[in-house]
Nanobody, 123 residues
Framework: QLPLVESGGGLVQAGGSLRLSCASS????????WAWFRQAPGNEREFSAA????????YYADSVKGRFTISRDSAKDTVYLQMNSLKPEDTAVYYC????WGSGGPTTKYTYWGQGTQVTVSS
């Protein structure tokens, strides 16, 4: 069983919104940095957003900046990705990841992963 479980994916029209959730399973990640990556068909997995262990620092890819917001609820050991103004090019499988290097960021090594959740944006 993977230690992270994503949910909230689905089909939405362009301009719509979705909120993804990622919860821990079987262990705690309260002192870990968390991130969201995505992988579209035929493309490599790419960084989307990250949040430090404290929640004080967040990081975004240019492609999602201003539209996506990452947040965490440490009490629930859960991280969220609020996605607004969705575009067809946001269509991908979205993966949650956690890193023991608590500062987080796009170049941090993430050692725990979820199974992914599909997001499809229709035009």
């Amino acid at each position: 069983q993977l230690p992270l479980v994503e949910s909230g994916g689905g089909l939405v029209q362009a301009g719509g919104s979705l909120r993804l959730s990622c919860a821990s399973s079987g262990r705690t990640f309260s002192n870990y940095a968390w991130a969201w990556f995505r992988q579209a068909p035929g493309n490599e997995r790419e960084f989307s957003a990250a949040i430090s262990w404290s929640g004080a620092n967040t990081y975004y890819a240019d492609s999602v900046k201003g539209r996506f917001t990452i947040s965490r609820d440490s009490a629930k050991d859960t991280v969220y990705l609020q996605m607004n103004s969705l575009k067809p090019e946001d269509t991908a499988v979205y993966y949650c990841a956690a890193s023991p290097w608590g500062s987080g960021g796009p170049t941090t090594k993430y050692t725990y992963w979820g199974q992914g959740t599909q997001v499809t944006v229709s035009s």
